[in-house]
């Protein structure tokens, strides 16, 4: 058993690195480097974001089908059949984050082509979706129900931090 004299306290550099960390990754600026934001992949999104996980979608080798990814919404009445062929059809990009393998989940907020509203959301391990990911897609025809019910509070949180930084 180590007695108290060989504990060491962490050092302050330490400390510091934690601070920065924590603070690199939060809502709000670093103080350290006020020059970056910290939530820069969570704005209006770009479609060259999407290719992987969009590539991947009725791939025949794995199992991402649009009536596979589909999620239908409690007490909606949007079927897989409304995503129609979901991506070619996204007419707006509303809001997202751009993904990567093993860190971020790919997010996407849009609009398709036949007026509803769609929330899809992928994400996949360092190999790729073929070994351990999955994808979800959520459809409406109100935008305010896919924020309430598709979203997890993460995601519902940054949105609207997105919404009202916009309004400024």
């Known amino acids: ?37 910290t939530n820069k992949n969570m704005e209006k999104p770009n479609a060259n974001w999407y290719k992987y996980p969009f590539s991947e979608i009725n791939n025949n080798y794995y199992d991402y089908g649009i009536n596979l990814i589909f999620t239908k919404l409690i007490g909606q009445n949007e079927t897989f059949k409304d995503a129609e062929n979901f991506p070619n059809n996204i007419k707006t990009y509303i809001w997202g984050q751009k993904g990567e393998n093993d860190a971020e989940d790919w997010i996407l907020l849009c609009k398709l082509t036949n007026g509803k509203y769609a929330y ?49």
Request: with cysteine; charged share 30%.
């Open 1 to 37: 058993m180590l007695t108290k004299k060989q504990i060491k306290k962490p050092s302050s550099r330490l400390n510091k690195l934690r601070t920065h960390s924590q603070l690199k990754y939060s809502n709000s600026f670093c103080k350290k480097h006020k020059s970056h934001k």
């Open 120 to 168: 899809f959301i992928a994400w996949c391990d360092y190999t790729g979706f073929d070994c351990s990911g999955g994808m979800k897609l959520y459809i409406s025809s109100k935008l305010d129900m896919l924020v309430n019910m598709a979203m997890d509070d993460k995601y519902r949180s940054k949105y609207l931090t997105f919404i009202e930084n916009k309004k400024n």
